[in-house]
Each structure stands twice: as C-alpha cells, then as structure tokens.
C-alpha cells in the first residue's frame, strides 16, 4: 500500500501539487512561487541544493519530505534539515508521516551525519505532540532568523556610509 521512493524528475508535477498542498494547510495558499523548472533545477541540476522522498500510497501521491545537509562547526560534520514534512489529509492516520521521518532518519545515519533538525509552526499542535512522542528535543532558546529578498540585497549592499 504504501511506497517511499526518492523524487525523480518525473515526480515533479506531485511533488510541486504536495507543496501547494503543505502551503494550504500553512494557511499560505498563495505562498508558493516555486515552478516545475525551479524543482527540476533545485532538485537534479549540476549543483542540487535538496531532495525530496514521495510517498505514495496505493499508486497516489499522498506525502513528500525534502531535506538537504546543513554544516555544524561545532559536531564538525553534517546533518540533514527537514525543509518540509507532509501528507494530504486524506491520506493521516495511515503512518506515512513516520514512515517519511523514518526514511529520512535512515539516510542521515547511511550519510554519516550527526542527526536531523527542523521547525514546526508553533499553532501546528499535531506535528508538536507527534515530535514529542518521538522524543524530539524543541530548541526553544533559539529563535530563527530570517531575511527575505530585499533585506538580503540591503544587508549584502554593506553598511551606508553617513
């Protein structure tokens, strides 16, 4: 019933249907700009930046996980972020979430990375009890930063001279 393979290129009409599907659920319908064209280079260009498992479930496309490496200067190795964790509603209840963790989980360990990182949405009450069951840590002396495009262009262009 259940198949968990790595995203290819022809997976990715699913795969950008499941992140519109995700940004709904994030009640940011309108969120993603991301195309086809982005994924096929992103995700199987010269230099890939993620990778995206698809979970399937009797032949439909049901959940994904994208992930990439991430350095620690501190473990002095790598681990991976789990960038997106998700499955169509239609389709929970059936362990496919655990089953994508699971199968991310075993790629960081065959990679030889030092674990898994990523965020949940602090109103998403069901991932949050689901990682703590998991026994999770929540790195909650941590606030993520973020810069959008234009800050990232200000701070880039360097300090204004008075």
């Not at 602090?122 to 606030?143: C, H, M, S, V």
Request: charged residues 25%.
């Amino acid at each position: 019933m259940l198949n968990i393979h790595p995203a290819t290129r022809n997976d990715i009409p699913a795969l950008l249907s499941l992140i519109r599907g995700l940004a709904a659920y994030e009640k940011k319908p309108n969120a993603v700009v991301t195309t086809e064209q982005d994924l096929l280079r992103d995700a199987f260009g010269k230099h890939s930046k993620f990778r995206a498992l698809i979970a399937e479930w009797k032949g439909e496309p049901a959940g994904y996980a994208s992930f990439f490496h991430f350095y620690s200067t501190y473990q002095g190795r790598s681990a991976l972020f789990l960038e997106d964790l998700f499955v169509l509603d239609k389709f929970r209840g059936n362990g496919i979430g655990m089953s994508l963790l699971s199968a991310v989980a075993k790629l960081a360990i065959d990679e030889g990375c030092f674990g898994l990182r990523w965020e949940v949405l602090d109103w998403n009450k069901p991932a949050i009890d689901f990682y703590q069951k998991l026994g999770a840590t929540f790195l909650n002396e941590r606030k993520v930063v973020a810069f959008d495009e234009n800050a990232t262009r200000r701070v880039a262009a360097g300090p204004k001279s008075s």
